[in-house]
Structures are given as structure tokens and as C-alpha cells.
């Protein structure tokens, strides 16, 4: 397992634009980022692989958000735009340290809200 720790998130008024990022201290096979809303159940919203920078992104966000990596210091970012209210919800990257494997290290999550 390794250890996660966000920043960035906010408040912005829909239309903005935040960006998240996730340290990591160290590299494993995949990492996410998981949102989710009161009364919602957890959502992927983003996933990008360490080698090769394979991405996924939920439908809810393409065009939207996009996830990249920085290898020499570990971090994956998560820039957001064209936010909408929809997208408030407490954000969270996780670590998948293998393929098909759990996502088995979380970071602290972090509040984005969207104001209409």
C-alpha cells in the first residue's frame, strides 16, 4: 500500500474550473479518483495507469475532466472544467495496486462544491 494525499477543491461557481492533485509515495499499478454526492453511492470518475498512462474516464465527465501524471514526483492530477452542480461531491484518489486488483489506499477525500 502506499499513502495518498490530496489537494486542491473548493468552491466554484458552475462553469469554473478546479484541479486536484494526489501524492503518492509511491508508484503502483493504477490510480483514481472517486467521487461521491450525499445520499449517492461512490463513483469512479477517473483512472489513470502509472506505465503507459492508460485512462478511463465515466461517461458523466469526458470532454470535462481530465486526469494526467507527473512520474518524477509521483502525483496525479485532475483537472476539472465546465463544472456543474451536479459535480459536487467529496473527492477522493485511490491506488489499485495491481491489475484487476482492489483499490486498496485511499487519500483523506476532498470537498467540491458547485454553485448553480
Known amino acids: 500500500q502506499v499513502q495518498l494525499v490530496e489537494s486542491g477543491g473548493g468552491l466554484v461557481q458552475a462553469g469554473g474550473s478546479l484541479r486536484l492533485s494526489c501524492a503518492s509515495s509511491?508508484?503502483?499499478?493504477?490510480v483514481g479518483w472517486f467521487r461521491q454526492a450525499p445520499g449517492k453511492e461512490r463513483e469512479l470518475v477517473v483512472r489513470?495507469?502509472?506505465?503507459?498512462?492508460?485512462?478511463y474516464y465515466a461517461d458523466s465527465v469526458k470532454g470535462r475532466f481530465t486526469i494526467s501524471r507527473d512520474n518524477a514526483k509521483n502525483t496525479v492530477y485532475l483537472q476539472m472544467n465546465d463544472l456543474k452542480p451536479e459535480d459536487t461531491a467529496v473527492y477522493s484518489c485511490?491506488?489499485?495496486?495491481?491489475?484487476?486488483?482492489?483499490?486498496?489506499?485511499w487519500g483523506q477525500g476532498t470537498q467540491v462544491t458547485v454553485s448553480s
Open positions: 485511490a491506488a489499485q495496486d495491481r491489475f484487476g486488483g482492489e483499490f486498496n489506499s
Open positions: 489513470i495507469r502509472w506505465s503507459g498512462g492508460k485512462t
Open positions: 509511491g508508484r503502483t499499478w493504477s
